[in-house]
């Protein structure tokens, strides 16, 4: 009977200590591009990388299980190569890869996400060795991958914040800065983290976001989401017409700070749905949108034309279960 009271209580401080991420993501990993490697190697990256994200805790406020940042993580992996006696053979342990990821959060009153971030990064560089895990210390440097996944960590947290608070995110950000911070000098330089030169990089979308000139659209992800799309299943105009006005603080943002990065990400989560909000919207209102949203997002101009085709029935998902003033967010 003893033994098996302290059985019992082995397993509850076992379950009580397991910690859980205030993000619940997805992995997806493709390994199609692997020729010479053993294939074997990226099942144990995949767990790991699993384990570090889901296990990690990021902030002080206690997450339900239902309220956690729903997420995705899409990796292709390739291998480094050199020369050896004219012949290109892989760099053990060395591995470079693109990733996406995106983060989605729940309309108030609805069964419907919204997408927060989404966005595409082309310069992963990471050493892995199996059985070593995904390094990551918040006090010094540990491996590049750690710091990749740690700094998307903070930027999804932090942008999910700025969507139920103005600037809620921002202690989220400075965490991000603090990570920079620690990359040694070489990190710092590498393309994925490069401050010297206008690359679409790591570094340019915490800049962007940090950045005064940004603080607009900031505020525009607040009043997009909170007063915007949460308020629509009650009253469809009043939501329609806070998102006007965060997409007219989009794009006076888009013109003080032309071309940035965290305009890109804004349009690259919205694009879809700012086009399906507006179908059902008055012709003044269409007009309006299209000629905005053709600035901000040049290249995708002619998709905005797209909401004269067709009023559909408004934008009113059904039924939520995370309330958006939940983890002290309002």
């Known amino acids: 009977m003893k033994h098996s009271l302290l059985l019992c209580f082995f397993l509850l401080l076992c379950t009580c200590g397991r910690a859980q991420s205030e993000i619940d993501w997805t992995i997806n990993i493709n390994i199609d591009q692997i020729v010479k490697t053993d294939k074997r190697i990226f099942a144990a990256l995949e767990k790991d990388i699993y384990t570090f994200l889901n296990g990690t805790i990021w902030t002080d406020d206690k997450f339900e299980l239902e309220e956690r940042i729903e997420a995705t993580l899409f990796l292709t992996i390739s291998e480094v190569f050199e020369e050896s006696n004219g012949t290109s053979v892989p760099v053990p342990n060395q591995y470079k890869a693109t990733m996406a990821v995106q983060s989605l959060r729940p ?16 310069n992963i560089a990471f050493a892995y060795r199996q059985g070593e895990g995904v390094q990551y210390s918040e006090q010094s440097y540990q491996s590049d991958l750690g710091h990749v996944l740690a700094y998307y960590c903070y930027l999804i947290i932090g942008m999910d914040y700025d969507t139920f608070s103005q600037l809620g995110g921002q202690e ?9 911070n620690r990359l040694p000098t070489e990190v710092q330089n590498s393309q994925g983290w490069r401050s010297t030169s206008r690359t679409r990089n790591r570094y340019w979308l915490l800049e962007n976001i940090q950045n005064p000139k940004m603080l607009t659209l900031r505020r525009a992800y607040y009043n997009y989401h909170r007063q915007g799309l949460d308020l629509m299943h009650q009253d469809v105009v009043a939501g329609r017409n806070n998102i006007t006005l965060a997409i007219e603080d989009a794009n006076a943002a888009n013109q003080t700070y032309p071309q940035s990065m965290y305009i890109q990400a804004f349009v690259d989560a919205k694009r879809e749905e700012i086009i399906q909000i507006y179908k059902g919207a008055s012709g003044v209102e269409q007009n309006k949108i299209i000629t905005m949203m053709s600035r901000v997002d040049r290249s995708k101009a002619s998709d905005y034309r797209n909401i004269r085709a067709g009023a559909t029935s408004t934008r009113r998902p059904s039924a939520s279960t995370r309330r958006p003033a939940g983890l002290g967010r309002q």
């Open 172 to 180: 989220f950000f400075d965490d991000a800065i603090e990570l920079y």
């Open 107 to 122: 309309i108030f009153g609805t069964a419907e996400k919204t997408a927060i971030l989404n966005t595409q990064d082309k």
